[in-house]
C-alpha cells in the first residue's frame, strides 16, 4: 500500500492593520488545513515513521501521549487509514474526553498509566509488545524520521521568506524546519516559540535529532505559565486573532506562536519589507477541552 498523505498546503497572507502599518508582510502556512482534526505538523511526523513500518510489515503502532495528545489522535487515524492496529499509553488516571473518544473511534486501544510507569516507555513498549510486530512511536513522535516529514514543510513553501515561526513541544517540527532551511542553503531565520516552560531544554532535544540548535531563534517568553495554562490576554488575543481573520487558532500551540509573532511586530523586532511565514500547525481538538473559555 503507498501512503496517500494529503500535503501542499495552501499559504495565506494575512491582512491586517499592524502589519500593513508596520509594512512586515505576515503569511500563514495552512497545515491545520491538511485535516479536518488531526494536527499537520503531527501528520508530517507520521509519515516516514508509517512508510518504514510499512516496508518492516509491522502490524501495529505503539504510542504515548497525554489525555489531550494531537499525537494519539493523529497516530489512531493513520492506523485506521494504513491498516495498522494502534495502541495508546495515555499518562494519568482513566478519564473521558473527545479527544480519546476519537481516538477509541479510529481503532486505538488506550490504555491509562500512572505517571511513575509512565516515564519509562520503553519498558511498557517492551513488557506489552514485540519488535517483530509492533512499532515504537515515541511521545509526540520525537524522532529523526519525524524531522524529515517537516522538512517537507519547507520545500513546500511558495518563495523564500526572511523569517519562519512555529510553536514547539517537543521541537520536532522546528527542527524539521531548520534542517529543511539548512539543506536548501535559504538565509531564512527560523524561529521556535516552546509553549512549554523553561523551552531552554529544547536546544539539547534538536541537537539530538541532529540540528545545530544555534540555527534556531528560541523565544522562551511566551509559554504564559506552561504548558496548557492562558491568561486572559492571551484569550483576547487568540479571540481577536480568529474574528479578524477567520483562521481558528487555540491557546495550547498556535495561539501562544501567533501572540510571540505578533508581539515581536509590535516591538519594531522586524525591518519594513521583511516576510515573514508562520506554520499554522493545527491542533484545533485543542479547543475542545476549553470551549466554556469562549
Ligand atoms: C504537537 C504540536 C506542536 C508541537 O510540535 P513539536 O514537533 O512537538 O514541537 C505544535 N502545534 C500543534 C498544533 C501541535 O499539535
Given at each position: 500500500?503507498?501512503?496517500?498523505?494529503?500535503?501542499?498546503?495552501?499559504?495565506?497572507?494575512?491582512?491586517?492593520?499592524?502589519?500593513?502599518?508596520?509594512?512586515?508582510?505576515?503569511?500563514?502556512?495552512?497545515?491545520?488545513?491538511?485535516?479536518?482534526?488531526?494536527?499537520?505538523?503531527?501528520?508530517?511526523?507520521?509519515?516516514?515513521?508509517?512508510?518504514?513500518?510499512?516496508?518492516?510489515?509491522?502490524?501495529?503502532?505503539?504510542?504515548?501521549?497525554?489525555?489531550?495528545?494531537?499525537?494519539?489522535?493523529?497516530?489512531?487515524?493513520?492506523?485506521?487509514?494504513?491498516?495498522?492496529?494502534?495502541?495508546?499509553?495515555?499518562?494519568?488516571?482513566?478519564?473521558?474526553?473527545?479527544?480519546?473518544?476519537?481516538?477509541?473511534?479510529?481503532?486505538?486501544?488506550?490504555?491509562?498509566?500512572?505517571?511513575?510507569?509512565?516515564?519509562?516507555?520503553?519498558?511498557?513498549?517492551?513488557?506489552?509488545?514485540?519488535?517483530?510486530?509492533?512499532?515504537?512511536?515515541?511521545?509526540?513522535?520525537?524522532?529523526?524520521?519525524?524531522?524529515?516529514?517537516?522538512?517537507?514543510?519547507?520545500?513546500?513553501?511558495?518563495q523564500e521568506y526572511e523569517h519562519i515561526f512555529v510553536a514547539s513541544g517537543t521541537g520536532t517540527t522546528v527542527a524539521g524546519l531548520a534542517t529543511g532551511v539548512f539543506e536548501q542553503n535559504l538565509s531564512t531565520r527560523v524561529h521556535s516559540i516552546p509553549v512549554l516552560k523553561g523551552g531552554d531544554f529544547l536546544k539539547s532535544d534538536v541537537q539530538s535529532l541532529g540540528v545545530n540548535p544555534e540555527n534556531i531563534t528560541f523565544h522562551t517568553n511566551y509559554h504564559f505559565g506552561g504548558y496548557a495554562k492562558y491568561t486572559a490576554e492571551l484569550l483576547a488575543f487568540v479571540t481577536d486573532f480568529v474574528q479578524n481573520t477567520g483562521i481558528m487558532i487555540e491557546p495550547t500551540y498556535t495561539g501562544k506562536a501567533f501572540y510571540a509573532l505578533f508581539d515581536l511586530v509590535k516591538q519594531d523586532y522586524f525591518v519594513p519589507g521583511d516576510q515573514v511565514v508562520i506554520i499554522h500547525t493545527g491542533g484545533l481538538t485543542g479547543f475542545l477541552g476549553m470551549y466554556d473559555k469562549f
Open positions: 500500500m503507498s501512503l496517500d498523505f494529503h500535503f501542499n498546503s495552501p499559504v495565506e497572507v494575512l491582512d491586517l492593520p499592524l502589519l500593513r502599518e508596520r509594512k512586515v508582510q505576515v503569511s500563514v502556512k495552512r497545515d491545520d488545513l491538511i485535516h479536518p482534526f488531526i494536527s499537520g505538523n503531527k501528520w508530517r511526523k507520521l509519515k516516514y515513521i508509517l512508510m518504514q513500518a510499512l516496508e518492516d510489515r509491522k502490524k501495529t503502532l505503539v504510542t504515548f501521549g497525554g489525555a489531550w495528545s494531537n499525537h494519539l489522535l493523529a497516530t489512531a487515524c493513520a492506523g485506521a487509514k494504513f491498516g495498522f492496529k494502534t495502541h495508546g499509553f495515555v499518562r494519568g488516571e482513566m478519564v473521558s474526553n473527545p479527544v480519546l473518544s476519537m481516538c477509541r473511534l479510529y481503532g486505538m486501544k488506550l490504555q491509562f498509566v500512572d505517571r511513575a510507569s509512565y516515564r519509562d516507555k520503553e519498558m511498557l513498549y517492551e513488557q506489552n509488545f514485540s519488535v517483530q510486530d509492533a512499532v515504537y512511536i515515541g511521545e509526540g513522535g520525537f524522532s529523526v524520521d519525524a524531522t524529515l516529514g517537516c522538512k517537507e514543510i519547507v520545500q513546500e513553501l511558495p
